[in-house]
């Protein structure tokens, strides 16, 4: 990479990273992007659902964004293709940072001298151009910060690099049960060095579909209108938990998708709990008696695994940890690293 390539690339990281931590980028002035994404918790923030401007709750968990360049799609439905694209979203949205529009943030960044400066410089604008502050550019500039995000290697991952010390002989008997009976690896795919554990693809455990059994054929009726009305997708599944509940159906409108969410990655497992789409599994043991019944389910037949194999696949998933808070001081930057 070229020098003033490079240059650029780490003046858009630091503007992001402000712009990530910047609790003026809401309606109150009191939310930011680490309020739900949270550097000690590897970017997600220990709560059910995520909350937003006034103490206003969503329908859905926060996700880690460590490792979150690697992901093909983004939300829990999938309903944005890059970073770029689902940036703004939680800014604009009344549930989330409850900005009432782009030009609303846009003056915001204008009127502070050093983002000005800072804009110039990441996108290569002469003087103090304010058009530099575009919609564009700010979606640019958090996702490059976003794709900074990178772990150090696990104890899984030194382990598979050869080092047959890295694991404790508990989570070495929980890969096996991971990788073999369990069948795991189905939808947590181990492939490449580092792998994300995860097929980027979209998969039902039955989470919250109960809970709208009789509302559905209403539920439907309702994303049809919202849909033709144009009504914003991601404003009506924060709002609605009912609606939120449907998973990529919202996105596809194909019956087969009704309650299918993205399957997750594994890494940092163990720092992100409550898990699901809803956060209505609290821990990793009842995350795998979940998954457990559900393998079975698809099967046609029961996954019977003894307690001490189910604590054996837990000790597996805890070896997945390769963030660590300590490398990163308050302001989300590397440690050591200058403004």
Excluded at 122 to 130: E, L, N, P, S, T
Excluded at 220 to 231: C, K, T
Excluded at 298 to 324: C, M, N, Q, R, Y
Aim: aromatic letters at 8%; one cysteine or more; charged letters at 25%.
């Amino acid at each position: 990479m070229a020098a003033a390539e490079k240059s650029a690339v780490e003046a858009r990281e630091q503007l992001g990273r402000r712009l990530f931590f910047d609790v003026r980028l809401s309606g109150d002035g009191k939310v930011s992007c680490a309020s739900c994404h949270q550097p000690e918790r590897a970017f997600s923030d220990g709560k059910p659902l995520a909350e937003g401007i006034g103490g206003r709750l969503g329908s859905r968990n926060t996700p880690s964004l460590v490792d979150v360049a690697g992901q093909r799609s983004f939300f829990w439905d999938g309903r944005r293709a890059t970073l770029e694209d689902q940036a703004l979203d939680p800014l604009t949205n009344p549930v989330e940072h409850g900005l009432s529009d782009t030009s609303a943030l846009q003056t915001l960044l204008r009127s502070d001298g050093q983002y000005v400066e800072q804009f110039r410089q990441a996108f290569g604008r002469g003087g103090a151009d304010v058009d530099a502050i575009s919609v564009a550019n700010v979606a640019q500039a958090l996702s490059a910060f976003e794709r900074s995000l990178a772990d150090g290697p696990s104890a899984f991952d030194r382990y598979r690099a050869g080092d047959s010390t890295a694991l404790r002989a508990e989570a070495q008997r929980g890969w096996v049960l991971f990788n073999g009976v369990a069948a795991c690896t189905r939808c947590h795919a181990v492939d490449g060095p580092r792998p994300l554990l995860t097929d980027h693809g979209f998969h039902s455990l039955g989470v919250g579909l109960k809970d709208i059994e009789r509302q559905l054929p209403a539920l439907v009726r309702q994303l049809a209108e919202w849909r033709n009305d144009g009504r914003a997708q991601d404003h009506s599944i924060l709002r609605d938990p009912g609606m939120a509940a449907l998973g990529r159906f919202a996105v596809t409108m194909d019956p087969k998708d009704i309650g299918k969410f993205k399957t997750p990655s594994l890494r940092n497992v163990a720092l992100t709990a409550p898990y699901m789409h809803d956060g209505s599994v609290p821990t990793l043991g009842e995350a795998v008696e979940r998954e457990i019944y559900y393998r079975g389910k698809e099967d046609g037949h029961p996954l019977i695994l003894t307690p001490a194999e189910k604590a054996e696949l837990v000790a597996f998933l805890e070896s997945l940890t390769g963030w660590h808070s300590s490398t990163y001081n308050v302001g989300g930057r590397p440690a050591g690293a200058g403004d």
